[in-house]
């Protein structure tokens, strides 16, 4: 699972924009937060589904705000 991690986190880092990324950042940490309540070793995980969860919203939200732009 770690070595998953390990290629995974960075290739996501790498692909995200400045903006996607200040997202990625809030998730991690509220993912962490919750994760380190669920149990031991959850932490990391809870931070990287955070992460992930938060790119897709930020993701989501400025393809919707672009297709507005798009129809005015």
Same mark, same amino acid.
């Given at each position: 699972?770690?070595?998953?991690?390990?290629?995974?986190?960075?290739?996501?880092?790498?692909?995200?924009?400045?903006?996607?990324?200040?997202?990625?950042?809030? =998730? &991690?940490? $509220? !993912?962490? +937060? @919750?994760? %380190?309540?669920?149990?031991?070793?959850? *932490?990391?995980? =809870? &931070?990287? $589904? !955070?992460? +992930? @969860?938060? %790119?897709?919203?930020?993701?989501?939200? *400025?393809?919707?705000?672009?297709? $507005?732009?798009?129809?005015?």
């Amino acid at each position: 699972m770690r070595f998953v991690s390990l290629i995974a986190l960075p290739l996501l880092v790498a692909s995200a924009s400045p903006a996607q990324a200040k997202g990625c950042i809030r =998730g &991690a940490a $509220a !993912g962490g +937060v @919750a994760g %380190h309540y669920v149990g031991k070793g959850h *932490a990391v995980m =809870g &931070a990287v $589904a !955070g992460c +992930v @969860a938060a %790119h897709h919203y930020y993701a989501k939200q *400025a393809r919707a705000q672009k297709a $507005a732009r798009a129809r005015q």
